[in-house]
């Protein structure tokens, strides 16, 4: 369903690669909004968060290690 509605016209995405990272990662189990900060985090050496059970089920997403501070 997400998908569908990412490619409809008339709903622009930003970053097309960003919103597919972030889907991938939230079909597997990951909370969209949580996906889409580390998604944009790309190039970066670490996501720090707060969120421990994000910090425990991240690990690593597209080369950027999720941490806390």
Do not use: N, Q, Y
Not at 8 to 19: F, N, T
Not at 31 to 49: K, M, N, P, Q, Y
Request: net charge negative; hydrophobic share 50%.
């Amino acid at each position: 369903m997400r998908r569908a509605l990412a490619g409809e016209p008339g709903v622009p995405a930003e970053d097309a690669d960003l919103v597919a990272a972030a889907m991938d990662w939230a079909e597997a189990g990951m909370d969209f909004a949580d996906a889409s900060h580390v998604a944009a985090a790309r190039g970066c050496e670490r996501f720090l968060t707060l969120d421990r059970r994000l910090v425990r089920a991240g690990g690593r997403r597209g080369g950027v290690a999720i941490a806390a501070p």
